[in-house]
């Protein structure tokens, strides 16, 4: 008898146990979305009275005067222009503002990386709210890999944030990055990584991919100056032999290289190694944006962090970096001419997070793009440096379902960008009007 009941006991076990593994999943909600008007930066077509299907979190149909399925949570925004999530491809989460050496310092020096990643928290729901549903992060700023942990936390639905890409620490050499100037007795921190000699650029790579990068990034010039004939000259960094030793690791494990290369031998150098995104590019020849359309280098121009700090760095007694706004927007527009893939970053972070990044667009627009090409680098052309094309950059089924809507035209009026009053990431509404 007890050896019948202890059989039935554990046939009873079993069967909570199998009830328990197969327990259903949770239902996936219909969500559809109506757009008065839908912006498709892929191909340059508006389209009308647009009804987009969402299942969970990814795009189901995408149709012109359709009818919502039965069932589904309805928002409407009839009297708004929808578009793809937008994408920054060049943010500092951990860093909030350095127009000038001491406002860096001060988060370096007396902030620890715990507070800092506090305020990281406060930077990645802005940009999210700001319309921003992917970003990458290019470094830390001397917070180590506290980007890593916030790429975690957002995915983990810890906190709410874009989709991120992370460089963790940046690379530079000796000598030549903050934290600068300091009595030589005192061990300082520094916003880098310094590394030296070929070796360790590699060993560095496989440190910062272990630790949850997915970028790697490099400082590749420093000490700009305006040379007589136009030319914004530099003082490059790293050699020769120790770039190429950090693009050839990194491309040995399946990840890319951003290079801050603002001027002439910084930006050379890049290109020739191989790196996969030149930044900011303040001086970039006529050559080397050949080479980079050759090699299909992106072009990240970051326009308005430049205009942010030149004055305050010119009231340092850096003057150049005045000279330096007309140099750029001569550089865009014969990229641009050049047909070299222009994606949109903004080094936000550099600038205060309480400004909104989408001030970047007009500033595209002045230099030379259309209202449509500046939307296309931030969205098609951004996912396609983030190699994140399959789930991102336009509004189509089987993609996340990213997306931002304004009241007005863009194409008519880009500054309308700055005011984004809807914002869905992955099916989830985080911003709606009158939120």
Same mark, same amino acid.
């Given at each position: 008898m007890m050896m019948k009941r202890a059989g039935l006991v554990f046939v009873l076990c079993l069967q909570a146990v199998f009830v328990f593994a197969q327990k259903p999943e949770p239902a996936v909600t219909t969500r559809a979305v109506r757009c008065g008007s839908l912006i498709d930066p892929a191909s340059g077509r508006v389209q009308r009275h647009v009804l987009i299907t969402i299942q969970g979190d990814r795009i189901k149909e995408v149709r012109e005067n359709a009818a919502p399925p039965a069932g589904a949570q309805v928002t409407d925004l009839s009297d708004h222009t929808c578009l793809p999530g937008l994408i920054d491809t060049h943010t500092h989460t951990l860093l909030q503002g350095d127009i000038t050496a001491q406002d860096y310092d001060v988060q370096l020096l007396k902030e620890s990386t715990a507070y800092r990643a506090i305020l990281g928290t406060r930077s990645v729901k802005r940009?999210?709210?700001?319309?921003?549903?992917?970003?990458?992060?290019?470094?830390? /700023?001397?917070?180590?890999?506290?980007?890593?942990?916030?790429?975690?936390? +957002?995915?983990?639905? %810890?906190?709410?944030?874009?989709? $991120?890409? !992370?460089?963790?620490?940046?690379?530079?050499?000796?000598?030549?990055?903050?934290?600068?100037? *300091?009595?030589?007795? +005192?061990?300082?921190?520094?916003?880098?990584?310094? %590394?030296?000699?070929?070796?360790?650029?590699?060993?560095?790579?496989?440190? /910062? @991919?272990?630790?949850?990068?997915?970028?790697?990034?490099?400082?590749?010039?420093?000490? *700009?100056?305006?040379?007589?004939?136009?030319?914004?000259?530099?003082?490059?960094?790293?050699? $020769?032999?120790? =770039?190429?030793? @950090?693009?050839?690791?990194?491309?040995?494990?399946?990840?890319?290289?951003?290079?801050?290369?603002?001027?002439?031998?910084?930006?050379?150098?890049?290109v020739e190694a191989g790196v996969d995104s030149i930044e900011h590019g303040n001086y970039i020849s006529d050559a080397d944006l050949k080479t980079m359309v050759r090699k299909g280098i992106y072009y990240v121009p970051t326009i308005y962090v430049g205009e942010y700090v030149a004055q305050g760095r010119a009231n340092?007694?850096?003057?150049?970096?005045?000279? $330096?706004?007309?140099?750029?927007?001569?550089?865009?527009?014969?990229?641009?001419?050049?047909?070299?893939?222009?994606?949109?970053?903004?080094?936000?972070?550099?600038?205060?997070?309480? +400004?909104?990044?989408?001030?970047?667009?007009? *500033?595209?627009?002045? *230099?030379?793009?259309?209202? #449509?090409?500046?939307?296309?680098?931030?969205? !098609?052309?951004?996912?396609? =440096?983030?190699? #994140?094309?399959?789930? %991102?950059?336009?509004i189509a089924a089987g993609k996340y379902a990213d997306l931002v809507a304004v009241k007005g035209d863009p194409l008519s009026d880009i500054n309308l960008l700055q005011k984004i009053d809807f914002v869905m990431k992955g099916g989830e509404i985080y911003k709606s009007p009158g939120r």
């Open positions: 940009a999210l709210n700001y319309g921003f549903t992917t970003i990458r992060d290019l470094e830390t /700023e001397g917070a180590y890999y506290a980007d890593a942990d916030l790429k975690k936390a +957002i995915n983990n639905g %810890v906190i709410p944030g874009p989709r $991120m890409k !992370v460089a963790t620490r940046a690379m530079d050499v000796t000598g030549a990055y903050p934290l600068q100037g *300091y009595n030589w007795e +005192i061990k300082v921190p520094h916003g880098v990584q310094l %590394v030296d000699g070929p070796d360790a650029c590699r060993k560095a790579v496989r440190e /910062e @991919i272990s630790h949850g990068a997915d970028w790697i990034k490099v400082y590749s010039d420093r000490s *700009y100056f305006l040379r007589p004939d136009g030319v914004l000259d530099d003082i490059p960094t790293f050699t $020769m032999d120790e =770039l190429r030793a @950090i693009v050839d690791e990194a491309h040995r494990e399946h990840h890319k290289v951003a290079s801050h290369a603002m001027a002439l031998n910084g930006v050379h150098n890049s340092a007694g850096a003057k150049v970096w005045l000279q $330096m706004l007309k140099v750029h927007a001569d550089t865009f527009r014969r990229a641009l001419n050049a047909g070299v893939k222009i994606a949109f970053g903004t080094d936000v972070g550099g600038f205060d997070w309480g +400004i909104d990044p989408a001030k970047e667009f007009p *500033y595209m627009v002045k *230099y030379g793009m259309t209202p #449509m090409q500046a939307i296309r680098s931030a969205t !098609v052309t951004a996912s396609e =440096l983030l190699d #994140m094309q399959n789930d %991102v950059g336009t």
